[in-house]
Nanobody, 127 residues
Framework: HVQLVESGGGSVQAGGSLRLSCTASDLTYRDNSMGWFRQTSGGEREGVASIYAVDGSTYYADSVKGRFTISKDNAKNTLYLQMNNLKPEDSGMYYC?????????????????????WGQGTQVTVS
C-alpha cells in the first residue's frame, strides 16, 4: 500500500530555512502529481505547493511564492520542499501528498487541490 514519509522539519528562527523531504513506497513520483499542504494547530489546512507529473510545472500558494520551492528527484523517488525566509505564520505540520486533481490545480491554483495519500507529517516551528 502507498506510504509517504516526511522528514526535515524542526524549529528555526524567522528568516531561517528548512528543507523538507518525502519518500514514498508503492508510488512513483514520475507518474503522480504531488504536493505539500500544512495544517496549523487550529486545524486549518492550506495547500502550499504542487508539482505536475506531466511537465514538472509548479504551483504555489500566494503566501509562500518566492520563498518556497517544490522539487522532486524521480531517480530517488523523493519529493522536496525548500523553505527560505521562514515566517512565524509558516508554522504547522507539513504533509506531502498525492494531488488527485492536477489538471484542476493547473487551471485554478493550489487552493483547489484535492489531496490523497499523505504521511504522518513533519512539524515546522518558526519563532
Amino acid at each position: 500500500h502507498v506510504q509517504l514519509v516526511e522528514s526535515g522539519g524542526g524549529s528555526v528562527q524567522a528568516g531561517g530555512s528548512l528543507r523538507l523531504s518525502c519518500t514514498a513506497s508503492d508510488l512513483t513520483y514520475r507518474d503522480n502529481s504531488m504536493g505539500w499542504f500544512r495544517q496549523t494547530s487550529g486545524g486549518e489546512r492550506e495547500g502550499v505547493a504542487s508539482i505536475y507529473a506531466v511537465d514538472g510545472s509548479t504551483y504555489y500558494a500566494d503566501s509562500v511564492k518566492g520563498r518556497f520551492t517544490i522539487s522532486k528527484d524521480n531517480a530517488k523517488n523523493t519529493l522536496y520542499l525548500q523553505m527560505n525566509n521562514l515566517k512565524p505564520e509558516d508554522s504547522g505540520m507539513y504533509y506531502c501528498a498525492v494531488v488527485k486533481n492536477p489538471t484542476k490545480v493547473r487551471a485554478a491554483g493550489i487552493g483547489s487541490a484535492d489531496f490523497g495519500y499523505w504521511g504522518q507529517g513533519t512539524q515546522v516551528t518558526v519563532s
